[in-house]
């Protein structure tokens, strides 16, 4: 089974800054022949700020022509309010979300793997649908197959006891009761967005892998994380017991940083 992940596509409505690598990024996925998409969050630009973003989104996605399996970033249905309290994640864009792109968490069972696709946006938030989610995802471990998680905050930085990492990664409490869970079933692979860049690292017989961005690279206002500031894809390639992951660079794809236009997109 062959998997493609892309991330963090940000499409816009109004803003043209990144449409290049958007349509280099659609046109090489229907060119490419995989039994499984996944997208890992920031489906849109500010679709957390304004639903055009979120129509906008679900347009680019039918575009594809074939079905793409999607969980929400902080730019699809916001944050934890300590981290953006101007979009917190709150039942109206966890509605919206639901309504026009899909459910924001999934399980699929495909050739002898669990895939797994949760909602990173509500971990730490204290919403009533985190509770929900921990205690579906503990039953969508009770398998005996491998399994493939997805979702758009990486679960840390560089390792599983680490500080707090802020906008970076899952916070610590929500990672803990995480990782518990995880130890229960045969995970292989965690597979996320958001930081637009790449990084593969094995931790504990599990692999961390960071897809990178569809759109733009961070710059200055990104600190040191350790993975590679590039656009492009990845192929995960499963096989009966293991998975391997593979960077892939769509032609046409242009390494643009945020920096220069992200008080336009993001103002503060
Ligand atoms: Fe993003
Ligand atoms: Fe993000």
């Known amino acids: 089974m062959r998997l493609i992940q892309i991330s963090d596509t940000h499409v816009s409505a109004n803003h043209r800054f990144f449409l290049a690598n958007l349509e280099a990024t659609s046109n090489w996925l229907r060119s490419q022949e995989a039994s499984l998409l996944v997208h890992t969050g920031d489906v849109g630009m500010d679709s957390a700020g304004q639903e055009i973003d979120l129509y906008a989104s679900r347009d680019w996605l039918a575009g594809l022509g074939a079905p793409?399996?999607?969980?929400?970033?902080?730019?699809?249905?916001?944050?934890?309010?300590?981290?953006n309290p101007r979009q917190p994640v709150n039942n109206d864009r966890l509605r919206l979300w639901r309504d026009a792109i899909g459910p924001d968490r999934w399980l699929m069972d495909r050739q002898g793997w669990r895939l797994i696709g949760l909602n990173a946006m509500l971990f730490g938030t204290g919403h009533e649908d985190e509770t929900d989610q921990y205690i579906w995802f503990e039953k969508a471990l009770e398998t005996d197959l491998p399994v493939a998680i997805f979702l758009h905050k990486p679960l840390f930085i560089d390792a599983p006891d680490e500080a707090p990492r802020g906008y970076w990664s899952v916070a610590p409490q929500p990672r803990q009761r995480l990782m518990a869970s995880m130890r229960r079933a045969r995970v292989k692979l965690v597979a996320s967005g958001h930081l637009h860049m790449h990084r593969q690292q094995e931790v504990d017989g599990i692999?961390?892998?960071?897809?990178?961005?569809?759109?733009?690279?961070?710059?200055?206002?990104?600190?040191?994380?350790?993975?590679?500031?590039?656009l492009g894809a990845v192929m995960h390639v499963f096989g009966v017991?293991?998975?391997e992951s593979q960077f892939l660079r769509p032609k046409g794809l242009d390494d643009l940083k945020i920096e220069p236009v992200q008080q336009i997109l993001y103002p503060r």
């Open 68 to 83: 793409i399996h999607c969980v929400p970033g902080n730019h699809d249905v916001g944050d934890r309010s300590e981290i």
């Open 207 to 230: 692999s961390y892998v960071w897809c990178p961005a569809s759109s733009f690279v961070c710059g200055e206002s990104q600190e040191e994380l350790g993975g590679e500031r590039r």
């Open 241 to 243: 017991d293991s998975v």
